[in-house]
């Protein structure tokens, strides 16, 4: 009885063996081959890590060579959470060699339901090779390019900024980031149970971003920065512009804003505060705009230089009346006078001849309604009346109810310096070495009319009852044109905002620059003979000066 009891459960306990074996058998089946694939990656994923290297960005410099936004070398450091056994002791490491807060590292480290976190992007190399030394089971290193601005503040508003990852976020960063950006690579690493890389198995080189030369001079554009600096705060206004051109090729020179901001900390300056004034706002130019009405009605053969006319204290037009920006008496001015003078009347007069329809196809001609193509982002296309009442022809031949970019009027009046000829304004001069194809050039009008004009703005500078005597740069012939414009409100235009501006051309004989200066909103004084002409000749100055351009005039009345 005893015997049997006992074989009855050997043999139970041999048919529990065979069933747990078959188990095991059927597992180990169904591990080693239906699953093998699933489960060796699966494996593969936690011993092996694909890093994406990123690809250096092209560097932007001036038109001589100097770097304006760099790449310069650093050091990213992450971690895989699941890897690290002694978060505490890695995060107060980590902390104290790349200045960071140990508490809020420590949290993340100890989430081991992350695979990857950054530690720090973009560390000093310097600081993360020390960390790297005391080899923490873990962490990872690899180098990364930190975007760079050594000029600081130096064109911000033309350059725009790139962000942590190196993907442009404005300015020419963003319009260029295809060219800049090159193509990122990889590098897949193998690591030991410890999270410590043991070997590369795998890499993709990268394409490294291709290099830019600019047309700005970094000298030239710093001191029209300080110019603009200097100027709004004297005259405790808003804001203010400068460009240069090079009328001869449509070249930008300069091209700043006040105020201005620091690049490398970009992230510190608002929105408004980084807008590229030169090519986004629009304004009302004033008596700057009369150059389209008076070389339109010379092109037209309505009159000549010496055409003279009998001009009243004001006009009539429809239902407004409009009077001259200083009193006076009744008087007779030819038309190279009206422009000297800034003559309101005689500038109305001279549109009344053309009419509306000639008026404004000139307008148009002289490029504005319209981008002006210049290779800079968000640029404007202006604002042209969207109807024209009785009284628009008082209006517009003397820059009210039009608004017109900076870029906008710095071209027409490169227009005139260069006998007629319209260059499209650009900023891009090279990539990686070539030059880049320039739009076709235009002639707005005559070389005849546009001697006839340079003449008559030259006055403006240098005759009595010009305008624009502040504007003069000893030893050069100047050609230019006041403007001041009351800045328009609901209802009308308001009687305590101004925009002060001043566009010239130097040498006159043989124009090498043209600069404009526009101050908005200046509170100290209003007219653009008096605020903005001072900071042109300023400009003009150092430019002629770094272009080493020799003195065509020996005096000055």
Not at 33 to 57: D, F
Not at 320 to 347: D, K, Y
Not at 472 to 493: E, L, R
């Amino acid at each position: 009885m005893i015997l049997r009891t006992s074989n009855r459960r050997i043999r139970l306990l041999l048919a529990l063996s065979l069933l747990v074996f078959a188990g095991m058998l059927a597992r180990a089946v169904w591990l080693q081959g239906v699953q093998a694939g699933t489960l060796g990656r699966i494996a593969s994923s936690q011993h092996k890590v694909t890093i994406e290297i990123p690809a250096g960005r092209g560097t932007i410099s001036d038109r001589s060579g100097e770097p304006l936004a760099i790449g310069e070398q650093a050091t990213t450091v992450y971690a895989d959470p699941r890897q690290i056994r002694e978060p505490r002791r890695v995060a107060i490491a980590a902390a104290k060699a790349l200045d960071l807060d140990a508490n809020k590292l420590y949290e993340r480290l100890a989430d081991r339901r992350r695979h990857f976190i950054y530690v720090k992007r973009k560390a000093d190399p310097t600081q993360a090779a020390a960390l790297e030394r005391q080899r923490l089971s873990g962490l990872g290193f690899y180098a990364e390019e930190l975007r760079t601005y050594p000029q600081r503040g130096v064109a911000a508003h033309v350059l725009g900024f790139a962000g942590i990852d190196n993907r442009g976020l404005d300015g020419l960063e963003r319009s260029l980031d295809r060219l800049l950006a090159g193509r990122p690579g990889s590098e897949t690493i193998v690591k030991d149970p410890l999270g410590r890389s043991i070997d590369v198995i795998a890499t993709r080189a990268e394409r490294p971003g291709k290099n830019v030369v600019l047309t700005l001079d970094h000298r030239l554009q710093a001191q029209a920065e300080q110019v603009l600096r200097d100027t709004v705060r004297d005259s405790r206004a808003k804001a203010g512009t400068a460009l240069v051109l090079d009328p001869q090729t449509g070249a930008v020179l300069a091209m700043a804003t006040a105020p201005g901001f620091d690049l490398n900390r970009f992230g510190k300056a608002s929105a408004d505060r980084r807008r590229n004034r030169a090519v986004t706002d629009t304004y009302e130019p004033g008596s700057t705009f009369k150059l389209v009405t008076v070389s339109a009605a010379l092109s037209e053969k309505l009159v000549s230089p010496s055409s003279r006319f009998t001009l009243e204290t004001s006009i009539q037009v429809a239902d407004r009346v409009i009077h001259e920006h200083e009193p006076r008496e009744t008087q007779q001015m030819t038309v190279a006078q009206i422009l000297s003078q800034s003559s309101n009347v005689g500038t109305i007069t001279l549109a009344q001849l053309l009419g509306q329809p000639r008026l404004v196809d000139w307008i148009g001609r002289f490029g504005f309604g319209k981008p002006s193509g210049i290779d800079a982002p968000g640029e404007s296309r202006g604002i042209l009346p969207s109807y024209w009442s009785g009284s628009t022809i008082g209006n517009v031949p003397i820059g009210q109810g039009i608004a017109v970019t900076p870029i906008q009027m710095a071209a027409a009046y490169a227009a005139i310096a260069n006998r007629g000829i319209l260059h499209t304004p650009y900023l891009v001069d090279r990539v990686d070495g070539a030059r880049q194809k320039r739009a076709a050039s235009r002639r707005v009008v005559s070389r005849t009319v546009a001697a006839q004009v340079m003449t008559m703005l030259r006055d403006v500078v240098s005759a009595e009852g010009g305008t624009g005597a502040l504007a003069a740069v000893p030893g050069y012939t100047v050609a230019g044109k006041t403007g001041t414009a009351a800045k328009p409100v609901p209802g009308g235009y308001s009687t305590s905002k101004y925009v002060a501006s001043f566009v010239g051309v130097v040498p006159a004989k043989r124009p090498r620059l043209v600069v404009l200066v526009s101050i908005d909103e200046p509170r100290t004084a209003i007219w653009g003979g008096v605020v903005a002409a001072p900071a042109f000749s300023r400009i003009a100055q150092y430019g002629l000066q770094q272009l080493e351009v020799a003195p065509d005039a020996l005096t000055h009345r």
